[in-house]
């Protein structure tokens, strides 16, 4: 194995429009905080930020409901997103995409946001209020789920390696970083473009107005910490392996050298006071470079100037480094709060700092002084040697994330043997099934689960969805809790729950679980809810804000579970679950944790039905009947998966193994698949070398639609799979999004312990391979629109 190193970077900020002007002000403490101009704040006791207008960019003024609003192309986060990749490929001396050393399925993008592209959603519903859903334009959601934005830059720059977007909120970019450090340790990618872009928006600015959470004056980290102030910005790094950086030429600025994950399971918003979670992140992220704590000379802090964060932080750093930490500054003085890409940003400033040997500043103002016992560096950067650095990322819902990076000649760990890894639970809550056995037995039987529920789209008359009723969702879940619940937590949780009744754990062993969470749109409910508030009233409620980042729903289950271990939010549209699953078998397989829950939920509203529903013959009109051409039937629940290392649990509990993965990436328009199938057949070319053996079916990811099942046939027939048995689980459970690909795992299971497969059973599909007498292995495929495909092999224990 091999290093993996940073061969560039691009730093955007409110003090620069490229990485060296942004340094150079920092250095020398300028502050980018000013009256803000992207949003409206008459309303709202704190009206600055610090906003980016040294580029260009064709979103930039607060967002209307006007022609000109509706007339934009591209959302502010993807503009700003697509700047940092190109800044970073020039960086790197990969500018030129014709000389780019690596083949383009090798490279590959791994890209954290928080809110993507919510400015276009907002012109969205600012439409649906003013003129009713029937005349808001479903054009401006094409660019809203947070995946679109790595959609759009790896079109652009022709990144057709793994795809992949987490949304831990503000350790979205940190979780990217690492992500990206796993896949090509893993030998998935030769190149990875990884980082983060945020800009500022009405959603978010009014949602911290609202928990009281803006500084009026400016953020004052470890000072005065009276409150955060938002900012925007773009970072990114290119991370290569060492040997293939020293084969081309490239200079190496810094070491990804580890990583670290935990959570809280404290609040929904605020940290724990202890700092425990805090400093378990940064504790497992020294462990895994292997430097001793001693070497680590300089502290990127989340410092956010919140009273919470600038208490509980340096308890988590003295509980890492002692009583004297090391210098510990926050580049948000000066920066803003840049949320999803804070981890990027801060990630970018801490090499920089690295490579000239300079520790950042943290603004102090004049009124105010440094908290006793720490060295924040104040007001100018300073000379320093040092030669490692962590850098730390807090979240809402307690998401904890460090990273340690270093100079380019300090010796680090590399990866050790790996684990085998196991499936040993199972749980789940679709349609009108409560429980995972409900969906078994309508499986067997060859019955849909769905049928009981439609929904009135706008104008369009009403069709048939596969949501969970209301009374499945009002029970199983503590009364007293339940009432914080949002919709898509509600449906989390009860997966979670059926799961942890099946494979039950002790406290200890919950507090050393990990948490991995995919969810392709999110709390629609509670972002439709919170902003309807703002839009129409200026202010929007402290009581639902909390729920509308994409993190929120796996913070409220690991509260109510008091699971620990690491988290992370994967929000790469609906094969987001596969990616979620890879990651936490890593993890699992590297002795980071000895198991990891991985679960998904979506939910379906009238608004994304509506999305749907202007499409001719888009939906169907009764059932869903994959590769019959019947219309897609779409819907919602939630899904859990335990993997846990082989070595660590009894042979019985085994369920099952995944064997082999595949992601890759394709060039489509956003929301809409690619020309040909050659990507995602790609996808269970890789998948089906990995694992190393023949499978006996497929499960399907038909849909009803046409165009999507012809593709998956044609990709059958390329590689020369299409005598297998097909079953197709969207006949039965309806298209449950992101839920889909871990059904998709559970179904192969399933099938694996049934003596004898009936004709019509398990959504077998006609036309393609006879029944087999038993299923042992079987690949599991999951595409998304945008040009992302995520397939697995899974097999029997």
Excluded at 130 to 151: C, F, I, K, M, W
Aim: with cysteine; net charge negative; proline share 6%.
């Amino acid at each position: 194995m091999s290093d993996v190193v940073v061969t560039g970077l691009s730093l955007i900020t409110a003090l620069g429009q490229e990485a060296e002007e942004s340094w150079k002000n920092i250095q020398l403490g300028q502050c980018g905080i000013k009256t803000t101009t992207l949003v409206p704040t008459e309303n709202m006791p704190a009206k600055v930020a610090a906003e980016i207008h040294s580029i260009e960019l064709e979103d930039r003024k607060p967002v209307g409901d006007t022609p000109e609003d509706e007339a934009i192309t591209t959302d502010r986060c993807h503009e700003l997103a697509y700047h940092g990749v190109q800044q970073a490929l020039e960086s790197a001396g990969l500018g030129d995409l014709e000389a780019r050393p690596y083949a383009t399925d090798r490279v590959g993008i791994t890209l954290g946001t928080l809110m993507g592209g919510a400015r276009r959603a907002e012109v969205f519903q600012r439409q649906w209020i003013a003129r009713g859903l029937e005349n808001a334009n479903t054009a401006l959601l094409s660019q809203y789920p947070p995946h679109t934005v790595a959609d759009f830059v790896a079109r652009k720059f022709e990144l057709m390696g793994p795809r992949m977007v987490p949304s831990n909120a503000c350790a979205a970019s940190a979780v990217a970083i690492a992500y990206a450090k796993e896949l090509l340790d893993a030998g998935k990618a030769d190149m990875v473009v990884a980082g983060g872009a945020e800009p500022l928006g009405f959603l978010a600015y009014g949602g911290f107005s609202c928990l009281e959470a803006l500084d009026p004056l400016g953020c004052a980290p470890y000072s005065r910490s009276t409150g955060l102030t938002l900012g925007e910005g773009s970072a990114f790094l290119i991370l290569e392996r060492r040997e293939d950086a020293e084969a081309r030429g490239a200079k190496i600025l810094a070491i990804i050298a580890g990583y670290g994950f935990s959570a809280d399971a404290h609040h929904a918003t605020a940290p724990d006071p202890k700092g425990t979670g805090a400093a378990q992140a940064v504790q497992a992220a020294i462990d895994m470079a292997g430097v001793d704590p001693s070497l680590v000379g300089y502290i990127n802090g989340h410092g956010t100037g919140t009273p919470a964060n600038d208490s509980s932080e340096p308890r988590a750093m003295r509980t890492v480094f002692g009583p004297t930490p090391p210098p510990m500054s926050s580049v948000k003085s000066l920066l803003g709060h840049t949320l999803g890409a804070a981890g990027a940003v801060e990630t970018a400033v801490t090499i920089l700092a690295l490579r000239d040997q300079v520790l950042p500043p943290t603004l102090v103002p004049a009124d105010a002084a440094p908290q006793q016992g720490l060295d924040i560096v104040p007001n100018k950067g300073r000379p320093a040697e040092f030669k490692a650095a962590v850098s730390t990322s807090f979240a809402f819902g307690g998401n904890n994330s460090c990273l340690t990076i270093t100079t380019p000649d300090v010796k680090v760990n590399q990866v050790p043997p790996l684990r085998e890894v196991s499936i040993t639970g199972m749980g789940g809550i679709v349609a009108g099934a409560k429980f995972s056995r409900n969906i078994r037995q309508a499986a067997r039987k060859g019955e849909p689960i769905y049928g009981s529920e439609w929904m009135k789209v706008a104008n369009l008359g009403e069709f048939p969805v596969a949501t969970v009723p209301l009374k499945n969702l009002s029970g199983g879940i503590n009364p007293n809790y339940n009432r914080r619940l949002d919709p898509l937590s509600r449906r989390l949780e009860l997966s979670v729950a059926e799961l942890l009744k099946q494979r039950r754990l002790s406290v200890s062993e919950l507090q050393r679980t990990g948490l991995f969470f995919a969810t392709n749109t999110g709390p629609i409910t509670s972002v439709e809810h919170f902003q309807e508030g703002l839009l129409k009233n200026g202010t929007g409620s402290a009581k639902i804000f909390p729920n509308t980042v994409m993190n929120a729903a796996p913070g409220h289950v690991a509260l109510l579970h008091q699971i620990k271990g690491p988290t992370v939010t994967m929000c790469s549209g609906t094969s987001g679950a596969i990616a979620a699953l890879w990651l936490a078998q890593r993890m699992i397989a590297r002795g980071e944790c000895d198991r990891i829950i991985v679960a998904a939920a979506d939910e379906v509203t009238e608004a994304l039905a509506y999305t749907y529903a202007v499409r001719p013959n888009y939906l169907s009109y009764d059932t869903c009947r994959p590769f019959q051409e019947s219309g897609r039937l779409v819907g919602d629940g939630g899904a859990a998966i335990m993997l846990e290392a082989t070595e660590t649990v009894s042979p019985e509990r085994v369920l099952g193994r995944i064997d082999g993965y595949g992601m890759t990436g394709a060039v489509a328009a956003d929301c809409e698949l690619p020309a040909d199938e050659s990507a995602w057949a790609a996808s269970w070319e890789q998948a089906l070398a990995e694992a190393g053996h023949d499978v006996d079916a497929v499960i399907s990811a038909a849909t009803g639609h046409q165009h999507i099942d012809q593709q998956e046939i044609d990709v059958m027939t390329r590689v020369g799979l299409e005598s297998k048995a097909v079953f197709a689980p969207k006949g039965i459970t309806g298209d449950i999004s992101v839920v889909s690909p871990l059904i998709g795992v559970m179904w192969a299971l399933w099938l694996s312990q049934t003596e004898e497969i009936g004709f019509g059973s398990y959504g077998y599909a006609e036309n393609f391979g006879p029944v087999p007498d038993k299923v042992t292995s079987a690949l599991v495929s999951s595409f998304d629109v945008g040009g992302n495909f995520h397939s697995v092999v899974v097999s029997a224990a």
